[in-house]
């Protein structure tokens, strides 16, 4: 999520969301972006490589350069890298805020075609404070879930409803692709072990 102001120069960008989050869901809603539902956000990358999305222009952020020329692409590896490599044109913010990761997220200042410096602190999604019906939504959901369930969750206000109405169950497991401050509790306390999954 976070700002998303872009959707203010449609004649210069097509937005098409993978995700809906509250910055893209009105311009889904007045068909400013476009939707294409995926079973698994992990999907995108393979879309890029193979073509079926194709990419004009990469845009990406990435920590600034070694004494090598390596950049890590930190928090936003898994699209990031697959965009970078089937985009025509790849655009980097070089972000002081952006941490140095290892792994696949390390790429060669070379690999860039443009790059703008500008530091900026990285978006956080704070948790919100649940409304009344979100809390009670949660509460019905969670005691539909029985001990020794495994949970895929999302992110947002519902998730984090359902979260916090877990913590009487027990050994939990989570397989998800989306990782929310509301498991952290649930880990901590031994809720999710994660053993009969």
Same mark, same amino acid.
């Given at each position: 999520?976070? =700002?998303?102001?872009?959707h203010k120069h449609r004649e210069s960008f097509l937005d098409r969301?993978?995700?809906?989050?509250? =910055?893209?869901?009105?311009?889904?809603?007045?068909?400013?972006?476009?939707?294409?539902? /995926? !079973?698994? /956000?992990?999907?995108?990358?393979? @879309?890029?490589?193979?073509?079926?999305? !194709?990419?004009? #222009?990469?845009?990406?952020?990435? &920590? +600034?350069?070694?004494?090598?020329?390596?950049? &890590? @692409? $930190?928090? &936003? *590896?898994?699209?990031?890298?697959?965009? @970078?490599?089937?985009?025509?044109?790849?655009?980097?913010?070089?972000?002081?805020?952006?941490?140095?990761? %290892? $792994?696949?997220?390390? #790429? %060669?200042?070379?690999?860039?075609?443009?790059?703008? =410096?500008?530091?900026? !602190?990285? %978006?956080?999604?704070? +948790?919100?404070?649940?409304?009344?019906?979100?809390?009670?939504?949660?509460?019905? *959901?969670?005691?539909?879930?029985?001990?020794?369930?495994?949970?895929?969750? $999302?992110?947002?206000?519902?998730?984090?409803? #359902? @979260?916090?109405?877990?913590?009487? %169950?027990?050994? /939990?497991?989570?397989?998800?692709?989306?990782?929310?401050?509301?498991?952290?509790p649930l880990v901590r306390n031994?809720?999710?072990?994660?053993? /009969?999954?």
């Amino acid at each position: 999520e976070g =700002n998303a102001d872009y959707h203010k120069h449609r004649e210069s960008f097509l937005d098409r969301c993978f995700f809906i989050g509250k =910055n893209a869901r009105k311009a889904v809603q007045e068909g400013v972006a476009e939707i294409r539902f /995926l !079973p698994f /956000l992990s999907d995108v990358p393979q @879309l890029f490589r193979n073509g079926t999305v !194709p990419l004009d #222009v990469a845009l990406i952020t990435v &920590s +600034p350069p070694d004494k090598h020329g390596y950049c &890590s @692409l $930190g928090t &936003s *590896v898994v699209d990031a890298v697959a965009a @970078l490599h089937a985009a025509k044109v790849a655009i980097a913010q070089v972000n002081k805020y952006m941490p140095r990761t %290892h $792994g696949d997220g390390i #790429v %060669h200042f070379s690999q860039i075609d443009r790059f703008i =410096n500008y530091d900026e !602190p990285l %978006h956080q999604h704070m +948790p919100e404070v649940l409304e009344d019906a979100e809390k009670r939504i949660g509460a019905h *959901v969670a005691a539909l879930v029985e001990d020794g369930a495994t949970l895929q969750m $999302g992110i947002g206000a519902i998730p984090d409803a #359902v @979260l916090a109405n877990l913590t009487n %169950h027990k050994r /939990l497991g989570v397989h998800t692709e989306m990782v929310s401050d509301g498991l952290l509790p649930l880990v901590r306390n031994g809720i999710i072990t994660n053993d /009969l999954k």
